[in-house]
């Protein structure tokens, strides 16, 4: 099983749409939670991080349930901007000190 | 530029070959890390760097894989004999310390191997 397990997609919304993508762990032990987010043929970049509490950056919402090992993206209001694809992103194994990523959701936001 | 910088951006080399990638990371940022990553796939652990010593390289494949960052500083992959299957983009990326709970890692543009 893998530690982090995405649906690869693609989510295909029209502009304005809300949509959801989730990602569940194996490691009932990890601690940090993030979103990264990769253009085609880019470099993945930092979107935002998942706080137990929930946390919100403007049209994006990061949820996390430990009791379930998942975490959730909710994007409202999509953009063609969001076209990408989302990578979930747990930091691995005890000892290990490197973010483990999933294989990624990807997002085709269509006029 | 004040990013992480990667070459070559591009290798083609047969199978058998040995290849050297490089990485300059972002001046000041202690800890290096190396991925690769093939097509439809999320970036794949490979070693990572804490100042000169590799703190943990468990995601290494086998042992023709290595990676070296003498000064602390640049960073450089090496990879013997290689196999189709190495064929992937290689990322490095860095941070100003262990980004295992700021999450925030910086990421180069990658290195686009492939092995004919």
Same mark, same amino acid.
């Given at each position: 099983?893998k530690?982090?397990?995405?649906?690869?997609?693609?989510?295909?919304?029209?502009?304005?749409?809300?949509?959801?993508?989730?990602?569940?762990?194996?490691?009932?032990?990890?601690?940090?939670?993030?979103?990264?987010?990769?253009?085609?043929?880019?470099?993945?970049?930092?979107?935002?991080?998942?706080?137990s509490?929930?946390?919100?950056?403007?049209?994006?919402?990061?949820?996390?349930?430990?009791? @379930?090992?998942?975490?959730?993206?909710?994007?409202?209001? @999509?953009k063609?901007?969001?076209?990408?694809?989302?990578?979930?992103?747990?930091?691995?194994?005890?000892?290990?000190?490197?973010?483990?990523?999933?294989?990624?959701?990807?997002?085709?936001?269509?006029? | 530029?004040?990013?992480?910088? &990667?070459?070559?951006?591009?290798?083609?080399? *047969?199978?058998?070959?040995?290849? *050297?990638?490089?990485?300059?990371?972002?001046?000041?940022?202690?800890?290096?890390?190396?991925?690769? &990553?093939?097509?439809? &796939?999320?970036?794949?652990?490979?070693?990572?760097? &804490?100042?000169?010593?590799?703190?943990?390289?468990?995601?290494?494949?086998?042992?023709?894989?290595?990676?070296?960052?003498?000064?602390?500083?640049?960073?450089?992959?090496?990879i013997?004999?290689? *196999?189709?299957?190495?064929?992937?983009?290689y990322?490095?990326?860095?941070?100003?310390?262990?980004?295992?709970?700021?999450?925030?890692?910086?990421?180069?543009e990658?290195?686009?191997?492939?092995?004919l």
């Amino acid at each position: 099983r893998k530690e982090v397990e995405q649906d690869p997609g693609p989510f295909n919304v029209p502009e304005g749409a809300t949509v959801a993508f989730n990602c569940t762990y194996s490691n009932s032990a990890s601690q940090s939670f993030f979103w990264y987010r990769q253009d085609c043929r880019k470099e993945p970049k930092l979107l935002m991080s998942v706080y137990s509490s929930g946390n919100e950056d403007g049209r994006f919402t990061a949820q996390l349930n430990r009791a @379930s090992q998942y975490i959730s993206l909710l994007i409202r209001d @999509s953009k063609l901007s969001d076209s990408a694809t989302y990578l979930c992103v747990v930091n691995s194994f005890t000892g290990r000190r490197a973010l483990t990523f999933g294989s990624g959701t990807r997002l085709q936001v269509q006029p | 530029g004040a990013g992480v910088s &990667q070459t070559p951006s591009n290798k083609v080399t *047969e199978k058998g070959k040995y290849v *050297e990638l490089r990485c300059d990371p972002i001046s000041g940022h202690t800890a290096l890390y190396w991925y690769r &990553q093939s097509l439809g &796939q999320g970036p794949e652990f490979l070693i990572y760097f &804490q100042g000169t010593g590799a703190a943990d390289d468990s995601g290494l494949p086998n042992d023709r894989f290595f990676a070296v960052r003498p000064e602390g500083s640049v960073s450089t992959l090496k990879i013997q004999r290689t *196999e189709r299957g190495d064929s992937a983009v290689y990322l490095c990326a860095s941070s100003l310390t262990s980004a295992s709970n700021t999450g925030e890692l910086f990421f180069g543009e990658g290195s686009r191997l492939t092995v004919l």
